[in-house]
């Protein structure tokens, strides 16, 4: 992971409401995307996490060293990825900017 400064750091945390009966399509475009995000230069994390008690509903959390990383964010593939999940949702992708206010662990 690269190292970063929280106050460069850009972190997003995205919930993506999937339609029951594609929910599991939503899954699996989503973990697609895993991979491509994590190799973007500046990514500090991408995980994909689903409500226990709610499970058509997905969050993104990610983080990026600073704007000019998330600016980069995304890339021809992920696009093509993001337009083949946008039919798939009930409602459109909400994006909350979010600031890390704790140190990370050594």
């Given amino acids: 992971m690269p190292t970063s400064d929280k ?7 995205v919930t993506v409401q ?3 009966a594609h929910r599991a399509r939503v899954q ?5 995307l895993v991979g491509l995000v994590r190799a973007e230069p ?6 994909i ?5 709610a499970p058509d509903t997905f969050l993104i959390a990610a983080a990026w060293l600073d704007d000019e990383a998330i600016a980069a964010h995304p890339t021809p593939p992920q696009s093509r990825l993001v337009e083949q999940l946008l039919p798939l949702l009930t409602a459109p ?4 900017p979010i600031r890390r ?3 990370n662990p050594a």
Avoid at 7 to 13: F, G, W
Avoid at 42 to 47: D, E, R
Avoid at 49 to 53: I, V
Avoid at 93 to 96: E, G, N
Wanted: with cysteine; glycine share 4%; charged share 20%.
């Fill in 7 to 13: 106050v460069a750091e850009r972190h997003l945390l």
């Fill in 28 to 32: 699996e475009i989503l973990l697609e």
């Fill in 18 to 20: 999937s339609q029951p």
């Fill in 49 to 53: 996490f689903q409500q226990a008690e």
């Fill in 101 to 103: 206010v704790s140190e």
């Fill in 93 to 96: 992708m909400q994006v909350l």
């Fill in 42 to 47: 500046g990514c500090i994390y991408y995980n």
